[in-house]
């Protein structure tokens, strides 16, 4: 089993459609979770951290419910610019800031 | 305020032949990491450097690849007598710290643009 498990789409939705992706982790000492957002033949970048309480940065919503070891990622009003790979990103319980990286959702928002 | 500096941006080499990637934290990262992208694939953690200290070495192939982050200058990854496989994208990311709260911007990593190795 993976450590981080994604569906990898890629998912089509038409602009202003709403979308969810999720993530499962198998680790369940995992301490941090992320979306990172990875736009073709880039680098990763910062997307959202991802709380035990759920937490929302414009359109976007992240919840994590560690009983389930299960991630999610809402995106609400999909914009043309949100196409992209998500990759859901867990850290784990050794020293260090070590990530493991789900293999990413692909999103394509069309008109 | 720069952000993590990775040169070359491309590297092509020929089998056998050695390829070298440069890595400068951002100001004030003391943590560096290096990860691989095979075509297609996932981000895979290599390794993991402190300044003259290797941390966690746990991804990196056992024969072949090495890293260090010595006290002046930028992280090296450096691959000997390269092989088709080889070819990927490698990024580095820096953080300020190695560890906090869930909340704590030590967590944070932030990537490079990376280099791209094609071996011919």
């Known amino acids: 089993r993976k450590e981080v498990e994604q569906d990898p789409g890629p998912f089509n939705v038409p602009e202003g459609a709403t979308v969810a992706f999720n993530c499962t982790y198998s680790n369940s000492a995992s301490q941090s979770f992320f979306w990172y957002r990875q736009d073709c033949r880039k680098e990763p970048k910062l997307l959202m951290s991802?709380?035990?309480s759920g937490n929302e940065d414009g359109r976007f919503t992240a919840q994590l419910n560690r009983a389930s070891q299960y991630i999610s990622l809402l995106i609400r009003d999909s914009k043309l610019s949100d196409s992209a790979t998500y990759l859901c990103?867990?850290?784990?319980?050794?020293?260090?800031?070590?990530?493991?990286f789900g293999t990413g959702t692909q999103l394509k928002v069309e008109l | 305020n720069a952000g993590v500096m990775q040169n070359p941006r491309h590297l092509v080499r020929r089998r056998g032949q050695e390829a070298r990637l440069r890595c400068s934290p951002m100001k004030g990262h003391s943590h560096v990491y290096w990860y691989r992208q095979l075509p297609e694939e996932g981000l895979k953690f290599m390794v993991y450097?402190?300044?003259?200290?290797?941390?966690?070495e746990s991804g990196m192939p056992k024969e072949r690849f090495s890293a260090e982050f010595p006290k002046e200058g930028p992280s090296i990854l450096r691959i000997q007598q390269v092989v088709r496989g080889d070819s990927a994208a490698y990024f580095c990311?820096?953080?300020?710290?190695?560890?906090?709260?869930?909340?704590?911007?030590?967590?944070?990593?932030?990537f490079g643009a990376g280099s791209r190795l094609t071996v011919l």
């Open positions: 990103v867990v850290r784990g319980t050794g020293g260090g800031n070590k990530l493991t």
């Open positions: 450097l402190q300044k003259e200290n290797i941390i966690d």
């Open positions: 990311a820096s953080s300020p710290g190695s560890t906090g709260g869930a909340r704590s911007g030590a967590n944070v990593l932030t």
């Open positions: 991802v709380y035990s």
